[in-house]
T-cell receptor
Framework: EDQVTQSPEALRLQEGESSSLNCSYT??????LFWYRQDPGKGPEFLFT???AGEEKEKERLKATLTKKESFLHITAPKPEDSATYLC??????????FGSGTQLTVLP | SAVISQKPSRDICQRGTSLTIQCQVDSQVTMMFWYRQQPGQSLTLIATANQGSEATYESGFVIDKFPISRPNLTFSTLTVSNMSPEDSSIYLC??????????????FGPGTRLTVL
């Protein structure tokens, strides 16, 4: 059965303390792995799409990587404004997005 | 990316009534999607709406409860019918990237926060 699991559920960091969020997936025929940021009361904001193992993408303090079984979202020297829930999702043969439960990140000043 | 708006942004409704949520996109898109996000939960796909055809519903969602219209390539509506408190959620519409449909990337609207009393 296709599924995606994110860990940890919640993460508290001090400003400047780098860390990584994990997204483990099982899907037959992965078409893409997606990362979104969601602020409270808002819709998800698209961050990255990764298509094949070994691929990496960066945007400001965020870097997403992909292996055959998991994806990581690395956050370097985070700031309080990086506080949000980070969602990963995959698309498979059905071309629909299946979302994980998210990691709620809090960055303390 | 596409610019997506939703109306209303939030509403408080009485049990047994219905609410229609509108989703407007600033460019023509083939596929639009409707999701539900229950409090503290992640996103669950309700249905996929293609222009000119009937919406395709996911397991656990039925047309009588969540009728969808897709009259053109920039607009869709989702109705939540005969509401109960369990329908209290954020309802989100999304669209595939209008520039590259092969990527499966979706862009989301701001959501409609529904509270049913």
């Amino acid at each position: 059965e296709d599924q995606v699991t994110q860990s940890p559920e919640a993460l508290r960091l001090q400003e400047g303390e780098s860390s990584s969020l994990n997204c483990s997936y099982t899907v037959s025929g992965l078409r893409g792995l997606f990362w979104y940021r969601q602020d409270p009361g808002k819709g998800p904001e698209f961050l990255f799409t990764l298509y094949s193992a070994g691929e990496e993408k960066e945007k400001e303090r965020l870097k997403a990587t992909l292996t055959k079984k998991e994806s990581f979202l690395h956050i370097t020297a985070p700031k309080p404004e990086d506080s949000a829930t980070y969602l990963c999702a995959f698309s498979g043969s059905a071309r629909q997005l299946t979302f994980g439960s998210g990691t709620q990140l809090t960055v303390l000043p | 990316s596409a610019v997506i708006s939703q109306k209303p942004s939030r509403d408080i409704c009485q049990r047994g009534t219905s609410l229609t949520i509108q989703c407007q996109v600033d460019s023509q898109v083939t596929m639009m999607f409707w999701y539900r996000q229950q409090p503290g939960q992640s996103l669950t796909l309700i249905a996929t709406a293609n222009q000119g055809s009937e919406a395709t519903y996911e397991s656990g969602f039925v047309i009588d409860k969540f009728p969808i219209s897709r009259p053109n390539l920039t607009f869709s509506t989702l109705t939540v019918s005969n509401m109960s408190p369990e329908d209290s959620s954020i309802y989100l519409c999304s669209v595939e990237s209008p520039r590259d449909r092969s990527t499966d990337t979706q862009y989301f609207g701001p959501g409609t926060r529904l509270t049913v009393l």
